[in-house]
T-cell receptor, first 114, second 112 residues
């Protein structure tokens, strides 16, 4: 039973436009959410996170939105740049700040077209 | 990131042989994790450690054991490797201040 779902395996966006990556979760006990970016042959790199007590967190070109009632979060990248082409993973943790590990989605491959 | 190194970075082995992967961190983080990444599955937790000699199982722990004798080192052992354990293995540590996990570069393991 997949508790964190990224239903779009891939997404293609034109350079300069907004990229929106979506993530849904089923476990209402998740209270902290993170986005990671991964290039081939490298480890995942932390991008941005959000606590369940917030509905938005912004860091430069990256903004994460959380809709708890819908159990949905999204990552917005504005403007999209060629270096943003990577696989993006959504992850969630239970109370305790993820001490007992993260639950990941399967990832979305973002392709930025010139 | 959290100064995490993994060794070896690549390994090819045969079914039935024991394999040990090493994770080393320089940030003095208490929590450490082992994940595996497979096509169509994202990252899945194998085992984690919440201190020296303190470990617990994750979602996919069968066939794996871990040990943590020092804060900086977390070892993952496949006692008798199987082809289903062909995967990319990632180690992570957790920063308790920010509740963020940071990942190492990964080890690609192939079991023939």
């Amino acid at each position: 039973d997949q508790q964190v779902k990224q239903n779009s395996p891939s997404l293609s966006v034109q350079e300069g436009r907004i990229s929106i990556l979506n993530c849904d979760y089923t476990n209402s006990m998740f209270d902290y959410f993170l986005w990671y970016k991964k290039y081939p042959a490298e480890g995942p790199t932390f991008l941005i996170s959000i606590s369940s007590i917030k509905d938005k967190n912004e860091d430069g070109r990256f903004t994460v939105f959380l809709n708890k009632s819908a159990k949905h979060l999204s990552l917005h990248i504005v403007p999209s740049q060629p270096g943003d082409s990577a696989v993006y993973f959504c992850a969630a943790s239970l109370s305790g700040g993820g001490a007992d590990g993260l639950t990941f989605g399967k990832g979305t491959h973002l392709i930025i077209q010139p | 990131d959290a100064g995490i190194t993994q060794s070896p970075r690549h390994k090819v082995t045969e079914t039935g042989t024991p394999v040990t992967l090493r994770c080393h961190q320089t940030e003095n983080h208490r929590y450490m994790y082992w994940y595996r990444q497979d096509p169509g599955h994202g990252l899945r937790l194998i085992h984690y450690s919440y201190g020296v000699k303190d470990t617990d199982k994750g979602e996919v722990s069968d066939g794996y054991s871990v040990s943590r004798s020092k804060t900086e080192d977390f070892l993952l052992t496949l006692e008798s490797a199987t082809s289903s354990q062909t995967s990319v293995y990632f180690c992570a540590t957790r920063d308790r201040v920010t509740d963020t996990q940071y990942f190492g570069p990964g080890t690609r393991l192939t079991v023939l």
